[in-house]
T-cell receptor, first 113, second 111 residues
């Protein structure tokens, strides 16, 4: 089954403790992206990647890092999480064609205390 | 502003058609209109997209106004499973594939 898999689904952590949210897709997609979703603000793009070893900032990249060493994986790294990074995170992927639909994972709900 | 304008919420009855409006009065000639929906506790799901002509697929139809300043997503027969937040989004074909998301329309479907 074609899918985007995020782990974990839920995560509670404390300020300053480094964490990684994993994202993997099995559709051989070139494009991958991370979003955060907050009430009243909608989905905002954090980082995106057009292909392996090619990443770029989205609208809200501060406090986040990503890497794209393999085509299928696009982990989101929070080196020193803060409470304002408490949010619902989504990973998405699509093929290289401009209008290709984005396929989303089921989300990771992160709470930073 | 690149965001689109949609009603906050709409309501429909099961088995009836639903017309979800979207205003994108500042759209440029190369912008596509994409629709996604988000069911509770899930990630967004692609519904349909178009540029100028009306489009149909197995999920819905998309009617785009002649001046392209508005569009309407049509669900031909609403089911309870169609209850979701529907997002109308502009995509500039020359951009970095970034979709600029608004807050969408929350659709309730009554049995």
């Amino acid at each position: 089954e074609a899918q985007v898999t995020q782990n974990p689904r839920y995560l509670i952590t404390v300020t300053g403790k480094k964490l990684t949210v994993t994202c993997s897709q099995n559709m051989n997609h070139e494009y991958m992206s991370w979003y955060r979703q907050d009430p009243g603000l909608g989905l905002r793009q954090i980082y995106y990647s057009m292909n392996v070893e090619v990443t770029d900032k989205g609208d809200v990249p501060e406090g986040y890092k990503v890497s794209r060493k393999e085509k299928r994986n696009f982990p989101l790294i929070l080196e020193s999480p803060s409470p304002n990074q408490t949010s619902l995170y989504f990973c998405a992927s699509s093929s290289a064609q401009v209008n290709s639909p984005l396929h989303f994972g089921n989300g990771t709900r992160l709470t930073v205390t | 502003d690149a965001k689109t304008t949609q009603p906050n919420s709409m309501e429909s009855n099961e088995e009836e058609p639903v017309h979800l409006p979207c205003n994108h009065s500042t759209i440029s000639g190369t912008d596509y209109i994409h629709w996604y929906r988000q069911l509770p506790s899930q990630g967004p799901e692609y519904v349909i997209h178009g540029l100028t002509s009306n489009v149909n697929n197995r999920m819905a139809s998309l009617a785009i106004a002649e001046d392209r300043k508005s569009s309407t997503l049509i669900l031909h027969r609403a089911t309870l499973r169609d209850a979701a937040v529907y997002y109308c989004i502009r995509l500039n074909a020359g951009n970095n594939r970034k979709l600029i998301w608004g807050l969408g329309t929350s659709l309730a479907v009554n049995p």
